[in-house]
């Protein structure tokens, strides 16, 4: 039964039959909660002070312990978190410009307000307690979620998240192999579905090129795509091609053995292109593209965040709505739809991946599992590129959550 806000909580009648001795008076509009003999202010959790490289990981016992500001969040005890090149990029200031306005929209506090920032965008963890408007979820159970760049992460041992955010864990999967898979699958949902159309209705028989896909967000559309009976057509190197023709791609270009475009050239054309490189490639990209049919060009590499950081909120977003426009127009002339794609975190989205998860159409990929004390050489292994699969670290065992 939920509980009014203002209520003074005791141990006897806690959530949580292992939780003794405990008062805690919550007197505001924002619930604490209590997983320890004394009331918990504090948690242990991997942060950074400012903009840098890996020196400015800091492990801390004193993080600031998240709490339910909204009736419709969700606190998780994290049991892994997986790392995703988008947490190297903000450990370097990437994206800091338009977080911050998300963040505070009416620039209230004071410049740096976001430090201690808690980095990590891949969650797998249990309910450990619910705002009074949650409605699907409950105390204990297991979730998944990709967690919005403007939130605090999951490189902690709690995070709150809304409850639009998370779903159910799969079943079929350990909580390592589902925080591999949040923010490569809503990006690549994102992408495809939301962006570029695409469905398990509509997919059958669909020609689909995706330009780097070796990495987590092109394995998990790979495996997507190949259930909903597309073809897939992927670009990698040499040493990869074994590795997504396991996850079922049809045909494999090796982008090391010359210009990539002359094999694809001699391809039948193709209804989306999703794009994981950048730089020039959309230059010939877009002409492998089936002319007046609908087709579509799907970015995952855009300058808007870039754009921001550089020119300001104003001027770096009418810079990117000018560029994304002139784009649209030219190669629209050509019979091509041109799009930008971007993650959406969604729960609903990881509903129906979850039903894909159980049924084995799509499988996890997870190329190295570090401990909670390992976060540095995580984010170490990271940018030397060429994953093969995901990175994840073990935060946490489920069964210390009660």
Not at 47 to 62: C, E, F, S
Not at 75 to 94: E, F, H, Q, T, W
Not at 154 to 180: C, D, Q, R, T
Request: aromatic letters at 10%; proline letters at 5%.
């Amino acid at each position: 039964m939920s509980r009014p806000i203002h209520l003074i909580y005791k141990s006897s009648k806690s959530l949580f039959k292992n939780i003794v001795s405990c008062q805690c008076a919550v007197v505001s509009p924002h619930r604490q909660f209590s997983t320890t003999k004394t009331c918990w202010n504090i948690m242990p959790a991997w942060v950074i002070d400012r903009y840098g490289a890996n020196d400015v990981l800091r492990y801390t016992k004193n993080a600031a312990f998240p709490i339910i500001h909204y009736p419709n969040e969700v606190i998780v005890k994290v049991c892994a978190a997986g790392l995703n090149p988008l947490d190297v990029s903000m450990r370097g200031g990437y994206g800091a410009a338009t977080l911050s306005m998300k963040r505070d929209p009416l620039t209230i506090k004071q410049a740096g307000m976001e430090f201690p920032l808690i980095l990590g965008r891949d969650v797998s963890g249990v309910i450990m307690e619910c705002g009074l408007d949650v409605k699907y979820f409950k105390e204990r159970d297991e979730v998944w979620a990709a967690i919005p760049p403007w939130k605090q992460g999951s490189f902690a041992e709690f995070v709150v998240l809304s409850g639009n955010e998370i779903s159910l864990k799969p079943k079929s999967l350990s909580h390592v192999e589902a925080a591999s898979l949040p923010y490569v699958a809503n990006t690549a949902w994102s992408a495809l579905v939301n962006t570029g159309g695409l469905n398990k209705d509509n997919c059958a028989k669909k020609r689909i090129l995706i330009l780097g896909g070796s990495g987590g967000v092109g394995t998990f559309a790979i495996q997507m795509l190949k259930a909903w009976g597309g073809h897939v057509t992927v670009t990698c190197s040499q040493n990869a091609q074994w590795f997504v023709r396991g996850l079922g791609a049809d045909h494999v270009v090796d982008y090391t053995a010359g210009p990539v475009d002359e094999p694809l050239r001699a391809l039948e054309k193709f209804d989306l292109i999703l794009d994981n490189i950048g730089g020039d490639t959309e230059r010939w990209a877009v002409d492998l593209l089936k002319p007046w049919t609908g087709a579509k060009y799907v970015t995952l590499v855009t300058p808007f965040l870039q754009n921001t950081d550089q020119l300001g909120i104003a001027d770096g977003m009418m810079q990117s709505a000018a560029t994304m426009a002139r784009k649209a127009l030219k190669y629209l002339t050509k019979g091509v739809h041109y799009r930008w794609g971007f993650f959406v975190p969604s729960g609903p989205a990881l509903d129906d991946i979850r039903a894909m998860m159980d049924v084995g159409q799509i499988r996890p990929v997870v190329e190295e599992i570090f401990h909670f004390s390992e976060v540095p050489k995580a984010f170490e292994k990271m940018e030397k590129g060429h994953a093969r699969g995901k990175t994840v670290v073990q935060i946490s065992n489920p069964e210390d959550a009660f």
